[in-house]
């Protein structure tokens, strides 16, 4: 496990009922996430990936899933004004990270290189 740091701040922005991906939902996606198959969905894609990284990187991350279908945050909304980014989006730390999709093996990648520099 990681030894104490400030947490890592993960947001999962997107609507209840949006695609996790524009990539299908099959055996030959490279998603990473299992428990999710074959809904293709936000919200259970969403839990698949908490799940997964809380095993891998435990209290170092703090994940939080941002539903905007009723409301969007402040700082949502500028993010979405600024970058037009696809739904669902990924901000990390504050910083929109460029993923367009929910992907554990992506995920890793930008937790660890913040890990790498701290």
């Known amino acids: 496990m990681y030894g104490m740091a ?9 609507l209840k ?12 996606r490279s998603c990473g996430l299992y428990d999710c198959h074959p809904s293709g969905k936000l919200v259970p894609a969403f839990e698949a990936l908490k799940k997964e990284l809380g095993k891998q990187f435990g209290s170092v991350i703090e ?3 941002v539903l905007i ?6 700082h949502i909304r500028e993010v979405i004004a600024s970058s037009y980014p ?3 989006f990924v901000i990390i730390n504050g910083a929109l990270v460029s993923m367009g ?14 890990l790498k520099f701290r």
């Not at 400030?6 to 997107?14: A, L």
């Not at 929910?102 to 660890?112: N, T």
């Open 6 to 14: 400030e947490i890592i701040s993960i947001e999962v922005v997107g």
């Open 17 to 28: 009922d949006s695609n996790c991906s524009p990539f299908p939902c099959d055996m030959t």
């Open 63 to 65: 994940m939080r899933l």
């Open 69 to 74: 279908d009723d409301n969007v945050p402040e």
């Open 86 to 88: 696809p739904i669902p």
């Open 101 to 114: 999709r929910i992907s554990l093996p992506m995920m890793q990648k930008e937790i660890e290189k913040i």
